[in-house]
């Protein structure tokens, strides 16, 4: 079974500062990785995914994770926070294309001014 | 361009009351899920469907059950609702291509009282 572990369910940065949100995931099999992000009162918008084209990979407003394999993880991460960034980040994981994502608890990110 | 729809957005239900919470999609996605979202538990599975007339048990279906008639839709019905079923529901549709990522509708917030 697919499990997905956000360390820290709440972050908070300073603006400007850097975002670090962490996520490792177990699974037997090479996984589809994700990170959504849900802003108060609305539903889930995809940041990022994995696709093994690349172990880094960009998403939108600035987001990055990279793919590291020998250490299960799949990290999101930001140089620079900006207000507008507090929101919850949820990593998920599939074992394949339609199965179901998997998703990890949550994490809230607090950006202070 | 509507993408996955849900409705009602809101609703408050006595214990024991029935209801249903529709889900349509208008990506012609084979695969849609329901989910539940508390607060710091990430988001449940409940039921998932991988296309018309086939639907599968997910990590929490007690209390609940689903119907997929066509591909467009994904109704989830509550019988007699309890307190633990006060939560947020979430729809979410996704292609059978590989590595796609899952489309979320707004959720419906559902208190039962």
């Known amino acids: 079974a697919q499990s997905v572990t956000q360390l820290g369910s709440h972050v908070s940065v300073s603006e400007g500062a850097l975002v670090l949100l962490r996520c490792n995931y177990s699974?037997?099999?090479?996984?589809?990785l994700f990170w959504y992000v849900q802003y108060p009162n609305q539903g889930l918008q995809l940041l990022l995914k994995?696709?093994?084209?690349?172990?880094l990979v960009k998403g939108i407003n600035g987001f990055e994770a990279e793919f590291k394999k020998s250490e299960t993880s799949f990290h999101l991460t930001k140089p620079s926070a900006h207000m507008s960034d507090a929101a919850e980040y949820f990593c998920?994981?599939?074992?394949?294309?339609?199965?179901?994502?998997?998703f990890g608890g949550g994490t809230r990110l607090m950006v202070k001014p | 361009n509507a993408g996955v729809t849900q409705t009602p957005k809101f609703r408050i239900l006595k214990i024991g009351q029935s209801m249903t919470l529709q889900c349509t999609q208008d990506?012609?996605?084979?695969?849609m899920y329901w989910y539940r979202q508390d607060p710091g538990m990430g988001l449940k599975l409940i039921y998932y469907?991988?296309?018309?007339?086939?639907?599968d048990k997910g990590e929490v279906p007690n209390g609940y059950n689903v119907s997929r008639s066509t591909t467009e839709d994904f109704p989830l019905r509550l019988e007699l609702a309890a307190p633990s079923q006060t939560s947020v529901y979430f729809c979410?549709?996704?292609?059978?291509?590989?590595?796609?990522?899952?489309?979320f509708g707004q959720g419906t917030r559902l208190t039962v009282v």
């Open positions: 699974s037997s099999v090479p996984p589809y």
């Open positions: 998920a994981v599939s074992k394949n294309a339609g199965n179901m994502l998997t």
């Open positions: 979410a549709s996704r292609s059978r291509t590989v590595n796609t990522e899952a489309f």
């Open positions: 994995y696709t093994s084209a690349a172990t």
């Open positions: 469907s991988v296309g018309a007339g086939i639907t």
């Open positions: 990506m012609n996605h084979n695969y």
